[in-house]
């Protein structure tokens, strides 16, 4: 099913501007070094354009997630998931695939926190259809209910948690992604490569050793890579509607395991 609603990146960008005119009274200097900073470049939705009407934030679209910190709290909740002092989740793409941006202003959590919700996500959205849940699914209409549920699949372990090595915006964040890559979102070669190649690095990896090739992603060329299944290793060369429709099956089939 798909989201036709603006995306995370849109509606912080169109807030931008109006988190940092509602800031009154003492400077808060953080808050003013993570907010975007005016640039004279003009992009439109979808990358640079000399459309001036189509521009999406202050600073470009590299800053255009800045009101997700600035101003978390103006957000619905089907956006801005969660938000505290030091961070805020937000969900992107499209409703078939689970992707949570987390923003942060301070310290990062652990992963382990990180997960257990977007995991509940899943297991809400699929585990009726799991043959892993079958018996947890059933233990939950059991009468008597049962003392204790099976634990049914790992939803856990159906999750990317990571960084991309050149990330596309400024402020520091981490990717929580379901691992089946299906959206409707999802129409070129970079943004299916950005988490399926060496590109996307998995929080655990870090801190990088200093030769890790993974330090250099240009070099390496990881973007510019073929297309490859990330379930089966099928390769697809740069056929991209013949991967869209592969990445349906396997969805299709992955939900059900």
């Not at 099976?150 to 691992?179: D, F, T, Y």
Request: overall charge positive.
């Amino acid at each position: 099913m798909a989201d036709d609603s603006p995306s995370p990146e849109d509606q912080g960008a169109a807030a931008a501007t109006t988190a940092a005119e509602s800031k009154s009274g003492k400077r808060d200097a953080f808050a003013e070094l993570l907010a975007p900073k005016p640039k004279h470049a003009k992009y439109a939705k979808d990358g640079p354009s000399k459309d001036s009407s189509n521009k999406r934030a202050i600073g470009g679209p590299r800053d255009g997630l800045g009101a997700y910190i600035a101003k978390p709290e103006s957000f619905p909740s089907s956006v801005v998931v969660y938000h505290n002092e030091t961070s805020s989740r937000f969900t992107t793409f499209s409703q078939n695939q689970l992707s949570i941006y987390f923003y942060f202003r301070g310290m990062l959590p652990k992963p382990v926190s990180i997960l257990s919700k977007p995991a509940a996500e899943l297991r809400r959205r699929y585990g009726k259809g799991s043959a892993q849940d079958k018996e947890r699914q059933e233990a939950l209409s059991a009468d008597p209910p049962l003392d204790e549920l099976p634990p049914g699949r790992n939803w856990e372990q159906e999750i990317m948690c990571g960084i991309h090595a050149h990330p596309s915006m400024n402020h520091l964040h981490i990717h929580v992604i379901s691992v089946d890559r299906y959206s409707d979102r999802l129409k070129h070669k970079k943004h299916y490569n950005s988490f399926s190649t060496p590109f996307f690095v998995p929080i655990d990896d870090f801190p990088l050793a200093q030769d890790d090739v993974r330090r250099h992603p240009g070099r390496e060329g990881y973007l510019r890579r073929d297309y490859t299944c990330w379930r089966c290793g099928r390769e697809f060369g740069n056929k991209f509607s013949e991967l869209k429709i592969h990445l349906e099956k396997e969805f299709d089939e992955w939900k059900r395991l």
